[in-house]
């Protein structure tokens, strides 16, 4: 599927490091968003972002940081200050009051 | 707050009999309901929403907003509706609160 493109799919973080997540989408969508799944927890929204050069915290967002210079892409930074990073990440986008698209994910765990 | 329960982790049924997954709700006004649904392997998709009242893969969801609820039902499962279904909601303005059940793993048994 095109659409929304997030990249790795598999990401492995040292102890003390900053690791980037991409996300990028071909669809004109103005919104973009990154969640977290746990198992058992279902999506918890990280952060997201109506417009460019524009984001907005979600629910957990402690230990993220995102920015938005192009429309088309929003990537993830999971800091060192993210005491438990290991989960699958996903990114979304939407037309503004349309439902969310999905990417395929990006699974990050710990050495 | 914005909340969605959906009470079963787990449900089990034959293929042939009917499924409800069900999900609840908790929001101070008028949310749009959404259930999504992800397959073995795929990327998670939007299976149907409350406003638009169709019918997809022959899945159905009524809104109760006596109940807040908004459970998925199909009168005769297929072993092809095996996935997780997540509930999900959106509170004006919409498209920027949304929020997510904890899922319910469907498991439709030849």
């Known amino acids: 599927d095109g659409g929304i493109t997030q990249s790795p799919k598999y990401l492995f973080r040292k102890e003390g490091q900053n690791v980037t997540l991409s996300c990028e989408q071909n669809l004109n969508h103005d919104a973009m968003y990154w969640y977290r799944q746990d198992p058992g927890q279902g999506l918890r929204l990280i952060y997201y972002?109506?417009?460019?050069?524009?984001?907005q915290k979600g629910d957990i967002a402690e230990g993220y940081s995102v920015s938005r210079e192009k429309k088309e892409s929003f990537p993830l930074t999971v800091t060192s200050a993210q005491k438990n990073p290991t989960a699958f990440y996903l990114c979304a986008s939407s037309l503004q009051d349309q439902p969310q698209h999905f990417g395929d994910g990006t699974r990050l765990s710990i050495l | 707050a914005q909340r969605v329960t959906q009470p079963e982790k787990l449900l089990s049924v034959f293929k042939g009999a009917p499924v409800e997954l069900k999900c609840n709700y908790s929001?101070?006004?008028?949310?749009?309901l959404f259930w999504y649904v992800q397959y073995s392997r795929q990327r998670l998709q939007l299976l149907l929403r409350h406003i638009s009242r169709e019918s997809i893969k022959g899945f159905t969801a009524d809104l109760n907003k006596g109940e807040t609820s908004f459970h998925l039902k199909k009168p005769f499962a297929q072993e092809e509706d095996s996935a997780m279904y997540y509930c999900a909601l959106s509170g004006p303005p919409y498209g920027q609160n949304f929020v997510f059940g904890p899922g319910t793993r469907l498991s439709v048994l030849p």
């Open positions: 972002s109506q417009i460019v050069n524009d984001f």
């Open positions: 929001y101070s006004g008028s949310p749009e």
